[in-house]
């Protein structure tokens, strides 16, 4: 999957995509052609490229332009970026509704959403070390989400 194009609007699982976001991060965060800023969705700065997780997601798998921010996108894959900055953020419940087009919080999973223990910062950090740790904690939180879909699907 490192170099696939993926339609991002088919992916049925919002931990699904979390997975997607973080190989890409991975992959980006190795590329000297850019730097991890989570308050950059897709910025150039010198020749440097500036992107936070979502815009790893959406420079790989989207016709997203440098420093157009988000707006060139269609309203799913805006919801998709925001879904994931809500992940980035910690904020769960909003990143479900999001994915999901929900408008409201009576939703079951909510519940159990609002369960799980965000461990991680929503900066990046700026070893390597820290990076994989980071990484590994938001993948965690990722596999708890689809555990969670799943028991509803």
């Not at 790893?56 to 970026?81: R, Y």
């Not at 087009?101 to 900066?123: C, E, Q, W």
Request: hydrophobic fraction near 40%; proline fraction near 3%.
């Amino acid at each position: 999957m490192k170099n696939e194009k993926i339609d991002l609007t088919k992916v049925r699982y919002l931990g699904d995509l979390i997975l997607i976001a973080l190989e890409d991060l991975n992959q980006t965060r190795l590329d000297p052609r850019y730097k991890i800023n989570m308050g950059e969705w897709h910025t150039r700065y010198d020749k440097i490229c500036h992107v936070c997780l979502a815009g790893c997601v959406l420079k790989k798998h989207t016709p997203l332009k440098e420093s157009n921010g988000i707006n060139g996108l269609n309203l799913d894959l805006q919801n998709i970026a925001y879904a994931l900055n809500d992940i980035r953020n910690g904020n769960l419940v909003n990143a479900f509704n999001v994915f999901y087009d929900l408008s409201f919080h009576t939703n079951p999973i909510v519940a159990k959403l609002n369960g799980i223990r965000v461990t991680y910062s929503s900066a990046f950090p700026e070893n390597k070390r820290e990076q994989d740790i980071w990484i590994k904690a938001v993948s965690n939180i990722a596999l708890q989400i689809l555990k969670i879909e799943l028991e509803y699907e």
